[in-house]
Nanobody
Framework: QVQLVESGGGLVQAGGSLRLSCSAS????????MGWFRQAPGKERELAAR????????YYAASVKGRFTISRDNAKNTVYLEMKSLKPEDTAVYYC????????WGQGTQVTVSS
């Protein structure tokens, strides 16, 4: 069964940091760009960051640029999102998927930033 598994979320105070991880079982990210997406309560899912297969091409939403860093370890089939200087508006469920997104979404990992 193909499954994306996100982890690393939690409750953190504003200004804090978290590192999210995404791995896949039964599915590889070979030659695929990957993205971290997030969905805040009452809002649509949005792209926060994406990274090319070789890791040399990255994109960040304006709201996270300069604070978030996306990276990947292709040998481990894992994608990371390093989040610093977190703000309450970063509170959301965070998901990873290929970019453009395809296949089933994982459960996501909840990130809650308190003020």
């Amino acid at each position: 069964q193909v499954q994306l598994v996100e982890s690393g979320g939690g409750l953190v105070q504003a200004g804090g940091s978290l590192r999210l991880s995404c791995s896949a079982s039964g599915r590889t990210f070979t030659n695929k760009a990957m993205g971290w997406f997030r969905q805040a309560p009452g809002k649509e899912r949005e792209l926060a960051a994406r990274i090319g297969w070789t890791g040399d091409l990255t994109y960040y939403a304006a709201s996270v640029k300069g604070r978030f860093t996306i990276s990947r370890d292709n040998a481990k089939n894992t994608v990371y999102l390093e989040m610093k200087s977190l703000k309450p508006e970063d509170t959301a469920v965070y998901y990873c998927n290929t970019y453009p997104p395809g296949g089933a979404w994982g459960q996501g990992t909840q990130v809650t930033v308190s003020s």
